[in-house]
């Protein structure tokens, strides 16, 4: 079945400092990829999306690019702020395999000023 | 236009008590689905809903778990009786058609059984 696996947690930075967050993935079929954040005491939210692979999802200055020979979707950002503390879900969909959004454990972010 | 609500936002309750979480979707989204994050953990599937029919429900944890979905339009999930390893946030989400697109999430309900 589809899966996904992030990068243990928590991840500390300073602010300013790169962040890359790994998220790999295992399906059937040609699935989207998505990365999820959700801020404290708030719910989940899109952060980025591909649809297919070398697409490169980006937003708020956080990227993702669909690796599908290497089933990766690697969540990088060249400079951390305070405000991006959070915790950010990688997941999957897609018609090729389960039509129902695969989730990892999620990966939390702390950044100090 | 409104996103994906749900009610409560928290709920604490004791062992043994029946608990109904809700969720009201995206309008014209036919597709619902339950998901469930203990603590540290990840965000687990339960269930999934086209319209008033359970399409999924390989999630489910039990069967003090009830999922129904009236008329097609908002959600309730009832745990009866509710164990302590029932914590945790329950999310709700909709989407539109079943795969390749996003899922709008609800802000969570967070359920302490103590």
């Known amino acids: 079945g589809n899966s996904v696996t992030q990068m243990e947690g928590p991840v500390t930075l300073s602010e300013e400092a790169f962040l890359t967050i790994n998220c790999t993935y295992t399906?059937?079929?040609?699935?989207?990829l998505f990365w999820y954040v959700q801020y404290p005491g708030e719910g989940l939210q899109l952060l980025l999306k591909?649809?297919?692979?070398?697409d490169k999802g980006s937003n708020k200055g956080f990227e993702a690019t669909y690796r599908k020979e290497t089933t990766s979707f690697h969540l990088e950002k060249g400079s951390v702020q305070v405000s991006d503390s959070a915790v950010y879900f990688c997941?999957?969909?897609?018609?090729?395999?389960?039509?129902?959004?695969?989730f990892g454990r999620g990966t939390s972010l702390i950044v100090h000023p | 236009e409104a996103g994906v609500t749900q009610f409560p936002s928290h709920s604490v309750i004791e062992k043994g008590q029946t608990v109904t979480l809700r969720c009201d979707p995206i309008?014209?989204?036919?597709?619902l689905y339950w998901y469930r994050r203990v603590m540290g953990k990840e965000i687990k599937f339960l269930l999934h809903?086209?319209?008033?029919?359970?399409?999924?429900e390989s999630g489910m944890p039990n069967n003090r778990f009830l999922a129904e979905r009236t008329g097609g339009t908002y959600s309730t999930l009832k745990v009866q009786p509710a164990e302590l390893e029932d914590s945790g946030v329950y999310f709700c989400?909709?989407?539109?058609?079943?795969?390749?697109?996003?899922?709008?999430f609800g802000q969570g309900t967070r359920l302490t059984v103590v």
């Open positions: 989400a909709s989407s539109v058609d079943r795969g390749n697109t996003e899922a709008f």
């Open positions: 399906a059937t079929g040609y699935p989207s």
């Open positions: 591909a649809t297919k692979a070398d």
């Open positions: 997941a999957l969909s897609g018609k090729g395999g389960s039509y129902i959004p695969t």
């Open positions: 309008s014209g989204h036919d597709n």
């Open positions: 809903f086209v319209k008033e029919s359970k399409q999924d």
